[in-house]
C-alpha cells in the first residue's frame, strides 16, 4: 500500500481504510525535526462474508450464522478472513457443523460464482481460543469441506481424545463422514491430532 503523510499533533487520529483482507503490517514513522521515531505493528484485516448458494440475496459476516440457517444440501460459500470462536454444546470452536452441507471457500465477494481458493484465499482462524471446526452427525452425513485454510486452532480443555486428552485442534470430527478436500491447516495444537482428529466414522481426505 502507498504511505500515508499525516502532519499534526501525536493525539490526532488518522485512518486508513485496506481493500484487501488477511495479515498487514503497519510501519509508522513520527519525527519532531530531529530523531525519527520508527514503531512496527502487525495486524490482521479480518473481512469475512459468508453466503448461501442458493439464497444469493442474504450475505452472512459470520460463518456460524450462514451455516445455521443453511439446509442439508446447501453450498455455504465463505469469503475473505473470518476470526474467532463461539459456542456450541459446551464447546468453543470457529464452526460447528453438524448438518450435511457443503462449506467452502474460495471466493471474491464481488463475483460469487467464481471459486479459486488460490486466488482468493479464505481462512478460519480460530486465533487459539478454540477449535477451527468441530464435526459431528450421524456415520451416514457426509458433510463436505472443501478450500479452506483453518488455522488457530486450540483444543486446550476441550478434551475428546483418548483418555480425555485435548484432541483435534483445526478440526475435530466425530460420529460423522465428512469429506475435507483441497483444505491446508497450520499453526494448531492438541495433545492429540493439532491439525486434524478423526473418531467414529469413515471420513475422507483429499
Known sequence: QPPVTHVGGLADPITYTWNVTGPQTITVTATNGRQPLVATHRLTTAVCLARIAAQPGITYTVVQAAVDAASPGDVVQVAGYCTGVGERAGLAQ???????????????????SVCDPLAHPSTLDARG??????????????????????TGGDA???????????????????????????????????????????????????
Open 94 to 112: 470457529s464452526v460447528y457443523l453438524d448438518k450435511e452441507i457443503t462449506l467452502r471457500g474460495g471466493y471474491n465477494p464481488s463475483d460469487w
Open 129 to 150: 481460543l478454540g477449535r477451527v471446526v468441530y464435526v459431528t452427525g450421524s456415520a451416514q452425513s457426509q458433510p463436505l469441506l472443501d478450500g479452506l485454510i483453518l
Open 156 to 206: 486446550d480443555d476441550l478434551g475428546g481424545g483418548v483418555y480425555g486428552r485435548d484432541a483435534g485442534g483445526g478440526l475435530y470430527a466425530v460420529t460423522a463422514a465428512p469429506i475435507i478436500s483441497g483444505c491446508s491447516l497450520y499453526d494448531n495444537t492438541a495433545q492429540e491430532g493439532g491439525g486434524v482428529y478423526l473418531s467414529a466414522g469413515a471420513q475422507v481426505l483429499q
